[in-house]
């Protein structure tokens, strides 16, 4: 039997990273972090020749995001959804005024979910899917697996 040893992610990072195409990664960049409170890590920004911001992370959290345009990895998702996340916020209700407040498309209500989280589902201007959720401490499916 062969056995792969994964090396450690760099500092920073964690061992797994989502990556989102956008067509306009800075209008992304602008608007997730309005609406959903994250914050750019500017020192992993990458700017194209042309002076467009070709390639960056986002904090969210313990967590990172990269956002990036179209390329040989993936298609623009203004073709249909490519991608749903979720996310754990420490105050989900508070999140969900914020979003709402600054524009967002609501998909799913705030509610309490029959596996012990508290969540909304929103979508971004180029259709990804987000879910906000803050676990109420409750027994739940997941911690029984």
């Known amino acids: 039997m062969h056995t792969t ?13 989502p990556h989102l195409i956008y067509d306009d990664v800075a209008a992304a960049v602008e608007w997730l972090s309005r609406t959903f409170d ?3 890590r500017t020192f992993a920004r ?14 969210v959290g313990d967590s990172v ?8 990895h993936a298609d623009s998702p203004r073709r249909g959804v490519s ?7 420490d105050d989900v209700d508070e999140h969900y005024r914020r979003a709402t407040a600054a524009g967002a498309t609501i998909v799913a209500p705030l509610e309490d979910r029959p596996w012990g989280d508290r969540s909304y589902q929103a979508t971004d201007p180029e259709r990804h899917q987000w879910t906000f959720a803050q676990h109420l ?9």
């Open 38 to 40: 994250f914050a750019e």
């Open 83 to 89: 991608s749903m996340l979720y996310v754990y916020v």
């Open 46 to 59: 990458h700017t194209l020749p042309d002076g467009t911001l070709g390639r960056t992370q986002l904090q």
């Open 65 to 72: 995001i990269t956002v990036g345009p179209p390329s040989i």
């Open 137 to 145: 401490g409750r027994d739940s499916p997941w911690e029984h697996a």
């Open 5 to 17: 040893n994964l090396s450690a992610p760099p500092a920073g990072l964690p061992r797994i990273v």
